[in-house]
């Protein structure tokens, strides 16, 4: 096989194989999204806002959006479901403090040794979440507050956080005739 | 790789099929896109990968399906084949006694030599089916006794015969249903000596998983 025609396979590749995306979903699936996400992340802020303001903790995470996306927006997903949701998040934020506690020296290489091996061991534990890269990364780029509490960090916000989520994903995600919530739990 | 596979096709349309005697369709952006459609939810699948999904799953399916269908458990055994020799009219009789319309005719060893059936008998009696000679008789035709009673199998009989091995699965045996017109054809052990005779009948029921299971 020529040097050529090697170059032109890679290139080819870039041009995709498929005439766009999904087709776009109805405009019920659209509003039982937004009326999931709007309570999953309304109760987690919530509770965040009137148990937790003014204590060392917290329970709001920015991963948590992403989480709302995949658990609301696709829950048929694989990587919405329960195990994905709660084992993702807790063994990338494990991953995070750990980075963050032994690399702090080199933000960089913490930053990219968090999110790279939360992947992997999602991969390999078979709970790939998205959201759980977040999860590790900002364990480590995270505030003061943040790094101060430790391992904690991987129960509250990282476990209690997506359980919540999980509730509401329960709860909401099972009125709709269309819709069904989870695929599988474990 | 699709349209490769589809060009090739029709290229050499009468080569044995090798690889697809189980008809797989070929599925269009458009076919998977309205099946996405009827699913209410957003799906988190590409048409292509939803493609590959399904040819692996569909060769998958197939070879659960028919995994076990072979000539060897398919085929009729305790059938006796004909010596080349044999006369019309003994042949004839072992139709009729054996109740199948095709025979293998072997040699002393089991070996098969060639494959008898009920037309190439009818043909050498003249008629090309059942009715035609039975108009003939109607008719008063008295030659019937004339044409050729004693004729040895061997003189009848058509050779080489098509015939598939005790192991044969799905496909070789539809490829050597398709190579003759019989109804039946000698299935043979390993050291070509026949052990059965596998009926198109028997196959075809055995193909109709929906009502086998």
């Given amino acids: 096989m020529s040097l050529a025609s090697v170059v032109a396979d890679y290139l080819r590749k870039m041009g995709g194989t498929t005439p766009g995306g999904p087709p776009r979903v109805g405009r019920e699936e659209v509003i039982w999204s937004w009326i999931g996400a709007f309570i999953g992340i309304g109760a987690v802020g919530w509770l965040d806002q009137h148990f937790l303001t003014g204590t060392d903790l917290t329970l709001m995470l920015g991963s948590l959006g992403a989480s709302a996306v995949l658990l609301f927006g696709t829950p048929r997903s694989p990587l919405a479901q329960p195990r994905n949701l709660i084992g993702g998040h807790a063994l990338s934020a494990l991953v995070g403090v750990a980075s963050w506690q032994l690399l702090q020296a080199e933000p960089w290489l913490a930053q990219a040794v968090a999110v790279a091996t939360a992947i992997a061991l999602m991969h390999l534990t078979r709970t790939l979440h998205p959201p759980g890269g977040a999860t590790a990364l ?3 780029i995270g505030s003061a507050q943040i790094h101060a509490l430790g391992f904690l ?3 509250i916000p990282a476990t209690l956080g997506p359980l919540i989520l999980l509730v509401v994903a329960l709860v909401v995600n099972n009125i709709p005739r269309t819709r069904r919530y989870p695929e599988f739990w474990y | 790789m699709a349209s490769m596979t589809t060009n090739s096709t029709t290229a050499t349309e009468d080569a044995a099929p090798d690889a697809d005697a189980v008809p797989e369709l070929e599925l269009a952006d458009a076919d998977i896109l309205d099946a996405m459609r009827h699913i209410p939810g957003y799906l988190d699948i590409t048409t292509a990968d939803f493609r590959i999904i399904y040819h692996l799953a569909h060769a998958h399916a197939v070879a659960r399906l028919f995994h076990g269908l072979t000539a060897g458990r398919l085929m009729r055994t305790g059938i006796t084949g004909l010596p080349p020799a044999t006369p019309l009219g003994a042949a004839a009789r072992s ?16 070996r098969v030599l060639g494959v008898l059936t009920e037309t190439d008998v009818l043909r ?4 090309a089916s059942f009715l035609e000679l039975l108009l003939q008789l ?8 004339d044409r050729g009673q004693d004729t040895a199998t061997s003189a009848m009989m058509t050779t080489p015969a098509v015939t598939v091995t005790e192991h044969a699965g799905l496909r ?7 190579r003759h017109a019989g109804r039946g054809m000698p299935v043979v052990d390993a050291q070509g000596r026949c052990s059965g005779l596998l009926l198109r009948k028997d196959f075809l029921t055995a193909c109709h998983l929906d009502e086998s299971q």
Avoid: N, S
């Fill in chain 1, 138 to 140: 900002i364990a480590v």
């Fill in chain 2, 138 to 145: 109607l008719d008063g035709d008295g030659t019937l006794g």
């Fill in chain 2, 95 to 110: 139709f009729v006694e054996q109740g199948v319309k095709t025979l293998p005719v072997i040699d002393p060893d089991g």
């Fill in chain 2, 124 to 127: 050498q009696l003249g008629a």
């Fill in chain 1, 153 to 155: 960090y991987v129960l």
């Fill in chain 2, 172 to 178: 070789e045996i539809m490829t050597a249903f398709r």
